[in-house]
């Protein structure tokens, strides 16, 4: 039977009109015990339906963090308003939210198929608010003094769609002072809307999130390799995507002709070097 619990809003810190980071703080004792990747499930009566929406959201904050969940939530607004963010968005703090304990597949993979430790490089590509899993894989890696390479690459249609950029480029300084020895972790965004005024600031990586994979013309090496000083393979790195299905389908046309191949066709030893989650 599914249990709904109550949790408050705790915290609420809005981005832009249509998207926020809302902080969940359980009422009845500390966050349960859950993996980085996996969701919550929020429920909400909807007046006008007279039932309970229930509506998953990745979980951004890290398991070893007790007091709340964050989320990062879109507000969908088109073609008609969404039903349950809607109703998040004219949450308050302070205001009460029913939600069902963390699940899901989407989590780190730190095994090879015969046991022995995956050590390969981790590249963690969301789109928009599909990069709330990998904001939870970070911490929790950081937490457990992880040593493997993490490369964190986002994409956004707008700058200030580029939530956590403070938390990522400081976890990235914090590897530059530290030395990768200790914390290996990069972090770059791609904007895709960049001839908009709003964007004309940015002098980044301009394109959808997966054109990182891609090398630019005239060249042999994609601008995720010039990152990483090497070339991408199985060997050396696994791949984790979430966002819109375009943006995994776009990951897969580039890295499956290269031999990489996803955990639902894993090979016959087993392995496997991309995960998925999509928003269908
Ligand atoms: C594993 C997982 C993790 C997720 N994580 C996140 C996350 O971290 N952050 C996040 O923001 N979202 C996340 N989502 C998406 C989230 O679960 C919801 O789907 C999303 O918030 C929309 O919910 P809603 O009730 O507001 O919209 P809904 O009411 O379900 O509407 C969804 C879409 O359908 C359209 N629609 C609804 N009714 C009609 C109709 N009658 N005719 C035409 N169109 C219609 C709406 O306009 C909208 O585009 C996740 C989903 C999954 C499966
Ligand atoms: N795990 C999940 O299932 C999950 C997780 C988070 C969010 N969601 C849901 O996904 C919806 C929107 O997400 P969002 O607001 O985070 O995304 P978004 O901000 O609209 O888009 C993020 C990036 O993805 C690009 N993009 C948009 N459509 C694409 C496509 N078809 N193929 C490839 N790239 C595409 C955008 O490029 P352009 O600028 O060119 O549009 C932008 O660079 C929301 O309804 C949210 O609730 C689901």
Redesign the pocket.
């Known amino acids: 039977m599914v249990v709904e619990n109550k949790a408050t809003v705790s915290f609420i810190r809005i981005l832009k009109e ?2 926020s980071i809302m902080r969940i703080k359980p009422n009845d004792g500390p966050v349960p015990d859950f993996k980085a990747g996996q ?1 919550v499930t929020l429920a909400h009566m909807n007046p006008t339906e007279g039932k309970m929406v229930r ?4 979980i951004a904050s890290n398991p070893e963090q007790k007091k709340f969940f964050e989320l ?3 507000w ?1 607004r088109k073609p008609l308003p ?1 039903r349950l ?1 809607t109703q998040l968005f004219n949450k308050k703090e302070g205001e009460e939210i029913s939600w069902i304990k963390p699940t899901g597949i ?1 989590t780190i993979n730190d095994k090879m198929a015969d046991g022995s430790p995956d050590n390969r490089r981790l590249v963690l590509i969301g ?7 990998f904001i939870s894989y970070t911490l929790h890696l950081k937490a457990i003094n992880s040593k493997r390479e993490i490369v964190v690459l986002h ?4 700058v200030d ?1 580029l939530s956590y950029r403070e938390l990522l480029t400081d976890l990235e300084e914090e590897s530059l002072d530290k030395g990768k020895d200790n914390w290996n972790f990069r972090y770059r965004a ?4 960049p001839q908009e005024s709003f964007n004309r600031s940015w002098g980044g990586q301009k394109g ?3 054109s990182f994979l891609r090398p630019k013309p005239g060249r042999d090496i994609s601008p995720l390799e010039e990152l990483v000083g090497e070339k991408i393979t199985t060997e050396n790195t696994s791949f984790y995507v ?6 995994v ?2 990951v897969l046309d580039y890295l499956v002709p290269k031999g990489f191949v996803t955990d639902r066709q894993k090979r016959s030893d087993g392995n496997y070097d991309v995960k998925f ?4």
């Open positions: 249509d998207l969701f509506r998953a959201y990745s990062l939530i879109r969908v969404g963010t989407f789109g928009g608010t599909g990069l709330a899993p994409g956004a249609s707008y769609e791609s904007i895709s809307r959808r999130v997966e979430c966002g819109w299905q375009g943006t389908d776009g989650e999509s928003y269908g």
